[in-house]
Nanobody, 113 residues
Framework: QVQFVESGGGLVQFGGSLRLSCVAS????????MGWYRQAPEKQRELVAG???????NYADSVKGRFTISRDNAKKSVYLQMNSLKPEDTAVYYC???????RGQGTQVTVSS
């Protein structure tokens, strides 16, 4: 069974930084387009950033210039560097495939004002 395990969430102050990590197992990771999603309370899940198998990236307008997605195929890992965090970034963050077939359990990110 495909599995993704996220880590790196936590509580951070306004303007701070966090780096999320996600490790995949039981999947040919290098062939998969990956994404980071988030879901805030009472809001729909949204795609925050995506990275293709070839390394092309895209970002939601709300995080452009602040977040950076990257991947390390040898480690079967995808990362999300989050800088200049704002309270509105507070959400559960998930990594998963861009086709939304699989995703992890998520990690909580809370930004205090």
């Amino acid at each position: 069974q495909v599995q993704f395990v996220e880590s790196g969430g936590g509580l951070v102050q306004f303007g701070g930084s966090l780096r999320l990590s996600c490790v995949a197992s039981r999947i040919v990771f290098s062939l998969i387009d990956m994404g980071w999603y988030r879901q805030a309370p009472e809001k729909q899940r949204e795609l925050v950033a995506g990275i293709t198998r070839g390394g092309s990236t895209n970002y939601a307008d709300s995080v452009k210039g602040r977040f950076t997605i990257s991947r390390d195929n040898a480690k079967k890992s995808v990362y999300l560097q989050m800088n200049s965090l704002k309270p509105e970034d507070t959400a559960v963050y998930y990594c998963g495939t861009l086709n939304e077939a699989y995703r992890g359990q998520g990690t909580q990110v809370t930004v205090s004002s």
